[in-house]
């Protein structure tokens, strides 16, 4: 469900998706009519595997870009170089211990989000985030620190959670604890 509700945010922009690992999030936003989709991941062999996907999906993935790369350090190389991304897609796992950056989204999630926003337009843009929150903060409290640090306003336009063919347990409510938001990223605030 989240895959399709991309779609309403997608059409005619530029994509940007980061943790991109098979490439579901980019298959999605490119059949949704995406301009362009960029695909990040730090294991080149999940991006060979989105390639195929792209493929598979009747995708030339000749037309889009794959980069095997750490996302902190790829958003700051395209900052570095002016790029701009009109949708930026977060779905980071909960940790990672990979050589190349340790990664804790209780830890690192808000200077993720401050660096994503700074591959928006200086305008705006729109943030798709998804959060697993199992035994950390909620989604929304990673968006408040992120946009604290990116020095931008935020409008929630969606929140939501595990879709209904992943049902869960009414007695185990820790095991829905995925949490995905649609954000509007506004324009950079001076102070």
Known sequence: EHRAGLARFVRGKRVLNTFAYTGALSVAAARAGAVSVTSVDL???????????????????????FEASDVFRFL?????????????????????????????QKRDYPELIAVACAVLPDAGGHLWISSNTYKGPSVLRH?????????????????????????????????????????????????
Request: aromatic share 6%.
């Open 43 to 65: 294991a080149a062999a999940a991006l060979a595997w989105a390639r195929a996907n792209f493929e598979l999906s009747g995708l030339d993935p000749a037309a889009h870009r």
């Open 143 to 191: 968006v408040e620190a992120g946009m604290t640090l990116a020095k931008r306003d935020a409008a929630v336009l969606e929140l939501g959670g595990l879709p209904p063919d992943y049902p869960t347990p009414l007695d185990w409510p820790a095991a829905r604890n995925l949490e995905v938001c649609q954000l509007r990223v506004g324009a950079r605030r001076d102070s």
């Open 76 to 104: 700051e190389a395209e900052k570095s170089r002016r790029a701009a991304y009109d949708v930026v897609i977060l779905d980071p796992p909960t940790v990672s211990g990979a050589r190349a950056a340790l990664w804790a």
